[in-house]
């Protein structure tokens, strides 16, 4: 088999090659490297490497697959793993200069995990600051392009996971979603992300530790592939008081599941978030394509009312608790978006807070009220089509100026503010050629429900014309491209 064919296998076949000695874990690994090493200086998704480590890692996985040992789900498979999560003795900089040589002396819990299930962590995934923003460019890597079109944004915070995945340069990599950072790159790049329920992959560095809005959870090219790596992230920790149980089996297994059960809603804009007109246009003419495959299919009508100022507060809290040090003694250090975050929440108020709360609370009931009449609600994940990576973020549209740099991803926050699970799955691409993606919104706690309708509509779309998931053109990606690592101040000093 050539290194394109085998690296243009689902993971979920991969490792049924592994285990059946097929495929040698250190075959997959090479080529995943050759791959890495031939694309991205075309799109920069890639940030520090840990080839020397994951080249003994494989060659153990190859021996115990020779050895007839049991081997966990996730044997032998290649993991890009998000720069905002800790790897242990390899590079973890936050994409922040304030991290520019951090190398972290154990992982994260959910790194923890991922290894155990037999994974193999390769590199790390280009992010924005700190994870602030939806474009995935910072001044210690540079910027990520998309793998479509490297001159645009390949969304972010997960911008990196996404882009290598997109490229087969890896077949698993792990994302992280506050206000949509699983979901949108996912999107603009053609593969999927999941943001799970809040306290199923195990958060032990939250600080707020009782605060839902930022998850860490799985991306992968298929439905399957990303539920083979959310059921090894899986697991209960008491490090994270959000944490609970969830059997993890059932979390990688697909059920059939028949769409023409299913009671659908659909919008294109929740009433109130700046949506571009050709993107509400689309939307409309996808859920009549596919309008079809269910048992009914309305548009919805909800009242999110004040969401925008719920998620500024909400966010701001999680900003004002992790970085006050930072900005008090290193503010030149920290990027304009942690700034902006930053300067918000310290000027708010107790009684911002508890308004906050309180509207949230309210909101999330009224949301959940929905499912009594709807099995799952869609909605597009991005406003506009991928615009340039020099753009920092979305100032304006249509005419419409923004409340500030994340007003223009409030398809997703405001999901976010009602802990609802949410995947975008792939559908087709919008009128420039660029990846389209949903956002599928399930049950309040209903992550297999959701993973068994997402895992059913893909399979529908790849039958439907112009709705089955998009790849990119391999051949455009072979020229360098070092205007994506001209924001880079200085390289960081490798593990």
Request: glycine residues 8%; charged residues 20%; contains cysteine.
């Amino acid at each position: 088999m050539s290194s394109d064919a085998l690296l243009a296998l689902s993971a979920v076949e991969l490792r049924r090659l592994i285990g059946t000695k097929s495929v040698s874990p250190v075959e997959l690994l090479e080529a995943c490297i050759a791959r890495i090493e031939a694309v991205n200086p075309a799109v920069n998704a890639i940030a520090a490497k840990g080839y020397k480590r994951a080249r003994a890692e494989a060659k153990a996985a190859e021996a115990a697959v020779l050895a007839g040992e049991e081997l966990p789900p996730l044997h032998g498979l290649p993991l890009g793993v998000k720069d905002l999560q800790d790897t242990e003795g390899l590079l973890t900089t936050h994409g922040s200069p304030l991290y520019r040589d951090n190398v972290p002396a154990r992982d994260s819990a959910q790194i923890a995990l991922v290894r155990k299930a037999g994974a193999i962590v390769t590199a790390k995934t280009n992010v924005p600051e700190f994870g602030a923003g939806a474009n995935s460019r910072n001044p210690v890597w540079g910027a990520t392009g998309n793998p479509f079109n490297p001159t645009l944004n390949a969304g972010g915070s997960s911008g990196g996971s996404a882009a290598a995945l997109a490229c087969d340069m890896l077949p698993i990599c792990t994302g992280s979603d506050t206000g949509g950072s699983l979901r949108i790159p996912a999107s603009i790049c053609g593969i999927v992300g999941f943001r799970p329920s809040p306290g199923l992959v195990p958060m032990d560095g939250r600080g707020l530790g009782w605060t839902p809005i930022s998850v860490l959870g799985p991306m992968g090219r298929t439905v399957a592939d990303t539920r083979l790596l959310f059921g090894a992230q899986i697991g209960v920790d008491d490090r994270d008081p959000l944490s609970q149980p969830l059997d993890p089996v059932a979390a990688s297994a697909s059920r059939p599941l028949d769409l023409s059960r299913l009671r659908v809603a659909w919008t294109a804009d929740f009433g109130q978030c700046p949506v571009a007109s050709d993107i509400k246009q689309l939307m409309r003419t996808r859920m009549k394509a596919m309008g079809r495959l269910f048992k009914s299919c309305d548009e919805l009508d909800f009242d999110f009312g004040e969401a925008d100022r719920m998620f500024d507060v909400v966010r701001a809290q999680s900003y004002v608790a992790r970085y006050k040090h930072s900005y008090d003694t290193e503010r030149e250090k920290l990027g304009p978006n942690i700034i902006a975050n930053y300067e918000l929440g310290a000027a708010m108020t107790m009684a911002d807070a508890a308004w906050a709360h309180t509207e949230q609370t309210r909101l999330f009931r009224r949301f959940q009220a929905l499912y009594q009449d709807y099995d799952l609600i869609i909605a597009p994940t991005t406003p506009v089509s991928p615009f340039p990576w020099t753009q920092l973020y979305l100032t304006e549209l249509e005419g419409q100026k923004l409340r500030n740099y994340y007003h223009w991803l409030s398809l997703t926050y405001f999901i976010t503010l009602v802990t609802n699970p949410a995947i975008s799955l792939p559908c087709g691409v919008d009128g420039n050629g660029m990846p389209f993606g949903l956002q599928v919104i399930g049950r309040f706690r209903g992550d297999l429900e959701l993973l068994d309708a997402a895992q059913a509509l893909e399979s529908a779309f790849a039958s439907i014309p112009g709705l089955a998931r998009p790849k990119p053109d391999m051949a455009t990606l072979v020229t360098p491209r070092p205007d994506l690592k001209s924001i880079v101040t200085a390289p960081p000093v490798e593990a």
